[in-house]
């Protein structure tokens, strides 16, 4: 099967890996004519486990945006504010009969996504696998996890893609959701409660064991919030499942702080940027949701990176 693999990053390069080492002609877009260069002289991508035990070296094709090939199946790899940027670039290559995956965090670029294209079938996973990069085309799998996978579109006669099975074979540990809206409100809301609150205190995930009150507040808010924006589902049992999250990965660095350590834009406005724009749209009174935002946007800003 031939995949292209938009956002030769982190997860792009871990999926280019997995696809590749199952004899799939995988084709990553680059981002420029030097990255293209700079590949074909070393055509491969590197997929190593966390201690460095082993390092594989998987064969890849790569091509510009540019490129005239048609483009059948689609993994938009990059962040969620290079989304519709990267899509507008490939969109004169894609059919009805493509089928386009969006690894994108938050909410708010996948349904972008897919009014630019609306008549090809765009899916959205919702994945807590971890990866970084290590050099560039030398992903590192850092963290076992699990991805669903669902129409951005829900229909009742749509099933699951033939590709999944694929996927599958491939190692890649995804389900099929046939509803997808609770599984993304669900991590926006954990987004929510976790990821400002490292910014802002600077912390571990587990020393935010430090602000009860802040995140109990929180919870109660984006509950709301999620029971107004139809997702009741979602919004069951939030509290506990925050502090969960906040107890099982206790030792580790949210992804915002990891990049905002590391000096790199935030996917703010696709986590506590949309939710603030959906309690607004749906007259549903956040002013904890709100205030942390700002407060977010006031720490970016103090350390020289975007507030949006
Ligand atoms: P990344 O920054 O490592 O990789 C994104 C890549 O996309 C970069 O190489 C960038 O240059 C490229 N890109 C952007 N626009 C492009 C364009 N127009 N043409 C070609 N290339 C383009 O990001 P990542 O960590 O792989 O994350 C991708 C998405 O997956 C994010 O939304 C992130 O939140 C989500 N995610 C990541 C992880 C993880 O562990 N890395 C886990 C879960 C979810
Ligand atoms: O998904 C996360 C992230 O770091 O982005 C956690 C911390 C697990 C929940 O917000």
């Known amino acids: 099967m031939h995949w292209h693999i938009l956002g030769a990053g982190s997860l792009g390069c871990l999926w280019a890996a997995r696809l590749a080492a199952q004899q799939h002609s995988v084709y990553l877009i680059m981002r420029t004519a030097n990255a293209l260069a700079h590949h074909q002289a070393h055509p491969y991508v590197a997929l190593s486990d966390p201690q460095f035990l082993h390092t594989q070296h998987y064969p890849v094709k790569a091509q510009l945006a540019e490129h005239p090939q048609p483009i059948k199946n689609l993994v938009l790899a990059c962040k969620a504010y290079d989304a519709q940027a990267a899509i507008g670039q490939v969109a004169h290559r894609l059919s009805s009969d493509s089928l386009v995956i969006l690894l994108q965090n938050g909410l708010g670029s996948q349904q972008a996504v897919q009014s630019m294209l609306p008549n090809t079938r765009c899916i959205a996973a919702s994945s807590t696998e971890g990866a970084y ?18 129409d951005i579109v829900p229909s009742v006669t749509a099933s699951a893609p033939a590709q999944l099975a694929s996927l599958q074979a491939a190692g ?12 993304l409100w669900r991590k926006l809301a954990m987004n929510c ?26 919870c109660d808010e984006l509950q709301r919030l999620l029971c107004r924006a139809g997702q009741a589902t979602a919004a069951c049992n939030l509290h506990q499942q925050v502090w969960d999250v906040i107890d099982n990965t206790a030792a580790n660095s949210s992804s915002m702080r990891q990049d905002t350590l590391q000096q790199r834009r935030t996917e703010i406005s696709y986590i506590t940027g949309f939710a603030c724009a959906q309690s607004l749209a749906l007259e549903c009174e956040t002013p904890t949701l709100h205030t942390i935002h700002r407060q977010l946007q006031k720490t970016l800003l103090e350390q020289g990176l975007p507030t949006t």
């Open 133 to 150: 990069l290590a050099a560039p085309l030398h992903t590192v799998f850092a963290g076992q996890g699990h991805i669903w996978l669902g």
């Open 172 to 183: 890649i540990p995804c389900s099929w959701a046939t509803d997808i809206a609770p599984v």
């Open 193 to 218: 409660a976790i990821n400002p609150l490292t910014v802002i205190y600077n912390c571990l995930n587990g020393q935010l064991r430090h602000y009860p009150a802040q995140i109990n507040t929180l």
